[in-house]
């Protein structure tokens, strides 16, 4: 075992102090370090002073954390950490193990990360970690939406008891009134289960997939995800510019995939109809009736239209 003289030397290095013998009544009479005796009667001021180090941590960082400057300002040794003490007698003597324990904001901030994670977003403007999501508002904000809103949390509860459904939910509606804020709330709400889930803004992605024909492993990866993903949503569709290889090759290849196995999700402005119009005609190839029938058919069976109404929100 460490010397009473050595641990006190390598405690003074640790806590900076000349006046160490001072410093060691100081932590001694801590009443932390009291607590710790009155939990374990059998420790003696030797086994404790051999342990300075790890006591005076322990009671430093318990003081940074009643004063908490926020988690990116931690100024414990380990960030959202701090070192708490247990004791065991081995053989006779007591030892001291110091082990760090992590504080509420570090557990919130690996619960909003592990969320992050099970979501990818390609260009679509949500907020991923779910911190932005207001219930309440979502029932508050437009009468009209409310019908909307008892949807999606069906939805959710449903997954959670039963599992995933193979049938996504069609979000339809004017501009502005909380589609795509209802898609990245249910993602959110889903990814906190355990699901994974993509989220794709058609008329961004639909230009980048474009220029993906020229480096064919991305997007074999890229397909990939959005066939494997347990939840996918494609916001906007129909506002993008389609040419006949990203509708057939990319779009339909990933449909073909998912449908009866896995549910996708949709926001539009378009009704089915206007979106099957829509599918039909490219301007490089015309109009194609067959091309967008063919497309929705790996859509209409697929889903359960919900009406998104209200005011438009934005810029309010």
Known sequence: MESLGEALRGWQRTAGMKDVR?????????PLVKKLRERYPGLDDRTLRINLNK???????????????????????????STRITCEELNGQWQLFDEKTPCSKWLAYEQR????RRITSYYAQVDISGEEYDEEQMFDLDAERRQAVHRLLAFIEEARNQGLPKKGLYLMGSFGTGKTYLAGYLLS??????????????????????????????????LALMKECDLLVFDDI????LSPWVRDHVLGAIL??????????????????SLEKHFSFTHKEGEEMHKGQRLMDRIRPFV??????GRNQRGG
Request: net charge negative.
């Open 22 to 30: 001072e410093l060691a009544d100081r932590v001694m009479a801590d």
């Open 55 to 81: 006591l005076y941590q322990m009671s430093v960082e318990y003081r940074n954390c009643r004063e908490c400057p926020g988690l990116e300002r931690c100024p414990n040794d380990m960030q959202g950490h």
């Open 113 to 116: 990360e592990r969320i992050r």
């Open 189 to 222: 709400k889903l990814a906190r289960e355990g699901f994974s889930g993509v989220i794709v803004y058609m008329p961004e992605f639909v230009e980048d997939a474009k220029a993906l024909m020229m480096e064919p492993q991305k997007l074999k990866e890229t």
């Open 238 to 241: 129909g506002a993008e510019n």
């Open 256 to 273: 073909n995939y998912r449908m009866n196995r896995k549910p996708t999700f949709y926001t539009s402005n378009h009704d089915l109809e």
């Open 304 to 309: 359960d239209v919900v009406h998104v109404r």
